[in-house]
């Protein structure tokens, strides 16, 4: 049985890891057509594995924003894959490459990785960053309604005090998740925000305090410097805090999302990316860039506008969600018949 047949195999299981691959299936679709009709081409174009069909396959992880270094990567980590099992059929390359695809993704660590690290003893806190226009308060919203559903009792904090109308958006989302919100006036000094959160969220006996931040201030050094303050205010108030630095990216800006996360980095330490509007590109691919080239693993995906759109990233699923449209699930039975 191939890689994929083993996904397929594991994702019709039960009701909830099936929903979960057709949620993938349904919105990597931009992506999957793109990819999977090159892919397809470039198969039935070579019928033999050799450094022509390489190079071209190159080209076509490149254009789905894999990332260049990734690409050379998973190319190097295939041409050794082809020696040791002595392929010489392209058809036979699907499977290799969506298992690999899953290896680089997780390197050395194991799928824990992906989960949120919030299951400590007292009050956990998830700081949120990134730029404006990413869905950052959105996704805040969407993941206090997954925490909730959970069984957590949560708080909101409306760190980002300085663009119009985000935190009447928060209050928005925290009525849609039932979750309450601790605010400022606008233009209030977003640390001062976030101590009042942590005493309001450890008053309440809350398990979990997110807190939003500022996404654009006067320039890029002061925001990153508002940040760092933050992070010093929070681990003052809570020794190991905060648990989770959440960076949100808008997958379709592509490679300037490599850009940010990489900025972020530097003034937060981001623990984990969140991922908005996987469902709105051709450029999936973007995933394994990050992962691979910054060593940040993807915690969510939004596949879609729903409450509950929101997904825990699961590279398998990712992968499956890629390579679905790819006629491997038919291999089995003609083979069988054959």
Not at 40 to 52: H, M, Q, T
Not at 98 to 104: G, M, Y
Not at 257 to 267: P, V
Request: charged share 30%; hydrophobic share 40%; net charge negative.
């Amino acid at each position: 049985m191939g890689f994929m047949d083993k996904l397929k195999a594991r994702f019709k299981q039960n009701e909830e890891t099936a929903e979960v691959s057709e949620k993938y299936q349904e919105g990597m679709k931009k992506t999957r057509n793109s990819f999977s009709g090159k892919l397809n081409d470039l198969i039935a174009r070579y019928r033999k594995v050799d450094e022509d069909f390489f190079e071209e396959l190159e080209e076509v992880l490149i254009t789905a924003d894999v990332g260049v270094s990734t690409v050379m990567d998973l190319v190097e980590e295939l041409k050794m894959e082809v020696k040791r099992q002595k392929m010489k059929d392209t058809s036979e390359m699907k499977d290799v490459i969506s298992e690999k695809l899953v290896e680089i993704y997780y390197g050395e660590e194991d799928t824990s990785i992906q989960h949120l690290q919030v299951e400590g003893e007292g009050l956990q806190v998830i700081l949120v960053v990134g730029v404006n226009g990413v869905g950052k308060t959105t996704s805040i919203g969407k993941l206090a309604h997954q925490l909730k559903a959970d069984g957590k009792n949560v708080v909101l904090a409306a760190g980002d005090t300085f663009r119009a109308g985000a935190i009447e958006q928060l209050e928005v989302w925290g009525e849609r998740a039932n979750v309450p919100v601790i605010k400022h006036s606008e233009g209030s000094d977003p640390a001062a925000v976030i101590y009042d959160g942590i005493k309001a969220a450890k008053s309440r006996g809350a398990d979990i305090l997110i807190c939003d931040t500022a996404g654009r201030l006067q320039n890029k050094v002061n925001l990153m410097n508002e940040l760092s303050k933050v992070k010093r205010v929070i681990e003052r108030e809570i020794p190991g805090a905060p648990h989770e630095v959440l960076l949100v990216l808008d997958a379709t800006t592509g490679q300037n999302a490599l850009t940010q996360a990489r900025t972020f980095s530097e003034a937060t330490d981001v623990t984990g990316i969140v991922l908005t509007k996987l469902d709105g590109t051709a450029k999936g691919g973007i995933v394994l860039a990050i992962r691979n080239e910054l060593q940040i693993p993807v915690k969510f995906v939004g596949l879609g506008e729903g409450i509950d759109d929101l997904q825990q990233f699961e590279a398998d699923a990712f992968v499956y969600g890629l390579f679905a449209d790819l006629g491997m699930d038919e291999e089995p039975e003609e083979n069988e018949g054959a």
